[in-house]
């Protein structure tokens, strides 16, 4: 089974700042099989990027996923007030499971 | 729109049984494979389960294999989630979410907006 670990845990950052969160693989993964969440408190999680690097409908561009094998990011270039907190990447593995890592919170510097 | 609604939750007592439902519209229900992901107070996001569009897969996580049971009613356009032998670490928001066909049901893209779920004596 694959474990996700991100980091960091918690990053603070001040608005129009460039954010970068990690999401490592315990082992090397299909790319098209990793995806990445936004969750805002009180709401369901949405879909920010899926296949590693495609944005999901109505995402802004300043969200960017890359990466492959066992280590993927999800950039933000400039932080709005709106993209402050917590991010989840997710990995599908070929037995039809589903990881997903602990969560990276932004929160304001 | 697709619109995802999950109702069922509630207060259980440990060993207790409870049934999630989640009503879906906007889409055509058949063709996606659905599951559920539960998040437990002040914590991250675990998948539950999952099933195909035809209900003839189904997938669990070990945390509740052989305790819940997923299911789905095509003609209703309504899943379901019957969850017994329920246990405190069971106590959770538990979301139903639709799974995006494109890249192989890989990833969760419409999400409801969750019904709680306590087990406590």
């Known amino acids: 089974e694959v474990v996700l670990t991100q980091s960091p845990g918690t990053l603070s950052l001040s608005p129009g700042e460039r954010a970068t969160l990690s999401c490592r693989a315990s082992q090397s993964i299909i790319s098209r099989y990793l995806a990445w969440y936004q969750q805002k408190p009180g709401q369901a999680p949405r879909l920010l990027i899926y296949?590693?690097?495609s944005r999901a409908t109505g995402i802004p561009d300043r969200f960017t996923g890359s990466g492959s094998g066992t280590d993927f990011t999800l950039t933000i270039s400039r932080l709005e007030p709106e993209d402050f907190t917590v991010y989840y990447c997710?990995?599908?593995?070929?037995?039809?499971?589903?990881?997903f890592g602990p969560g990276t919170k932004v929160d304001v510097k | 729109e697709v619109l995802l609604l999950e109702s069922g939750g509630g207060l259980v007592q440990p060993g207790g049984s409870l049934r999630l439902s989640c009503a879906a519209s906007?889409?055509?229900?058949?063709?996606?494979?659905i599951g559920w992901v539960r998040q437990a107070p002040g914590k991250g996001l675990e998948w539950v389960s999952s099933?195909?569009?035809?209900?003839?897969?189904?997938n669990y996580a070990d945390s509740v294999k052989g305790r819940f049971t997923i299911s789905r009613d095509n003609f209703r356009s309504m899943l379901e989630l019957e969850m017994n032998s329920l246990r405190g670490e069971d106590t959770a928001v538990y979301y139903c979410?639709?799974?995006?066909?494109?890249?192989?049901?890989?990833?969760?893209?419409?999400w409801g907006q969750g019904t709680p779920v306590a087990v406590s004596s």
């Open positions: 979410a639709t799974l995006a066909r494109l890249l192989g049901d890989s990833y969760f893209d419409y």
């Open positions: 997710q990995h599908y593995d070929s037995s039809a499971r589903f990881t």
């Open positions: 296949g590693a690097t």
């Open positions: 099933i195909s569009g035809s209900g003839g897969r189904t």
């Open positions: 906007g889409f055509t229900f058949s063709s996606y494979a």
